[in-house]
């Protein structure tokens, strides 16, 4: 056990014949004990400091593996966001896709139904083009075959196209 200034206060010493001498050896152990008390107040005033340092250093372990958790949530929430994300571009992405698709397919058949109805046009202008030249020769025929000048010369008239011919024309 150490001594504390108490001991060193109470010690006592015996006496010698041509001993030391007593004042000074009060003198050099009340040096000895103010010297040790400083030292115990100084010694107790470090422990208390250390006390407060590893208390602040507690804290801010605390604080340091907070961070850290919040650091790795951070990152795990971000790696889930940017995972929601790519799907859900995805999704869009085929989405849109499909729509493409589905435009595409209506333009065709859109282009598809078109040309049918314009072939469908051009055979029955082809039809009435052939039926007009028929009539149109048919008539030329007529005129060339003499049967007007023929007709003029009996009855002294011009031929009239009855209203019957021209309705079929």
């Known amino acids: 056990m150490p001594l504390s200034p108490l001991d060193i206060h109470n010690k006592e010493f015996s006496r010698a014949f041509r001993g030391y001498d007593e004042d000074e050896v ?32 507690r804290h801010f372990t605390n604080i340091e593996e907070s961070l850290s958790k919040s650091i790795i949530v951070a990152q795990e929430t971000a790696e889930e966001v940017k995972a929601n994300a790519r799907k ?32 469908e046009i051009q055979r029955h202008a082809a039809v009435f083009r052939a039926r007009f030249r028929s009539l149109i020769q048919a008539q030329l025929e007529m005129l060339d075959s003499g049967d007007w000048d023929r007709f003029e010369q009996e009855t002294g008239r011009d031929l009239v196209i009855p209203d019957v011919v021209r309705a079929e024309s």
């Open 88 to 119: 859900e571009a995805q999704l869009i992405l085929k989405e849109a896709e499909k729509n493409a698709d589905r435009i595409v397919s209506e333009a065709l058949n859109k282009s598809r139904k078109i040309a049918q109805e314009v072939e």
């Open 26 to 57: 009060d003198d050099f152990l009340e040096r000895i004990i103010q010297d040790y008390e400083a030292l115990i107040r100084q010694n107790k005033e470090l422990e208390e400091r250390i006390a407060q340092l590893e208390e602040k250093l």
